[in-house]
């Protein structure tokens, strides 16, 4: 491989799973893999199933050219609620899980049967990610402005993530020290809205911190669809089949955009839509 430039982070890339490589001969580079088409491989076990959205079911290679494997047949479980994966580990239903909830570490650690492996800090960076083509600025702006961010990190993430100022860390080609990132404070959205000619005279309430205090026009913010009004549709967020974070994320926008009278509707995709809509440009957040 013959890089035009220096790039330092090219020999980790490879190890993502997005550069597994692929049989040329087996699998065209201009589509998608068919996960229930046969599969090609050089590891120990053999891509068996995938029974959506259930199990995908893996067996013993008997042709490996390493250590003969242990096991003989492998099921990975889909589980996406981290609640009831967590639940299923107590009953004994699975043997093995990962991204555990956290409120039941206290249960596992009592459990005699249950080993807690910690693999200490990762790096996941979840953003949002708008259609800039239709979506402006200023629109962009306001909608940063009204999510809450402390309370995805406390809530959400379980206090186990920071903010990530900015979107590009250091050391990564794209990254702008100067970029500032948004902060949640629903009165100066409000105002940006007013500024486009949406709810003129409306209380825009008072915030201190995080701590939102409400106005005398509540309901005015709340029942308003100013991006129906400007657009001839609601604010279209795309929600991942199965993702518990996602579905987190999208519940507390929704609430969140309500408070400065932007409406929206929510779109669910399995991975394949969202990977097809997006190239054809129709993802909007």
Known sequence: IVLNQPFGSFIPLLSYTSSSIISPSYHSNTTYVNLNDRLIGTGPFIFKSLTIPIEVRLEKNYDYWGNNPYLYTIFFVIIPNPITRSQAMLAGDVNMIFDADLDFLDEFNNTRYIHIEEMGPDLNYWYMAFDTYRINVTWREVISKAYNYSYIIEEIQGGNAVRGPPAVPSGIPGHNSSVT???????????????????????????????????????????????????????????????????????????????????????????????????????RV
């Open 181 to 283: 990132v948004a902060q949640y404070n629903i009165p100066e959205a409000r105002m940006i809205m007013q500024s486009m000619g949406f709810g003129i005279g409306w209380d825009v309430g008072s915030q201190v911190g995080d701590i939102f205090t409400p106005g005398a026009h509540e309901t005015n913010w709340s029942n308003a669809r100013f991006f129906s009004d400007t657009f001839g549709y609601a604010l279209d967020v795309n929600y991942l089949n199965g993702n518990g974070i996602n579905r987190d994320l999208n519940d507390l926008l929704f609430s969140d955009l309500e408070k400065i009278g932007i409406d929206t509707n929510e779109t669910t995709r399995d991975e394949t839509e969202f990977l097809n809509d997006g190239k054809n440009g129709l993802l």
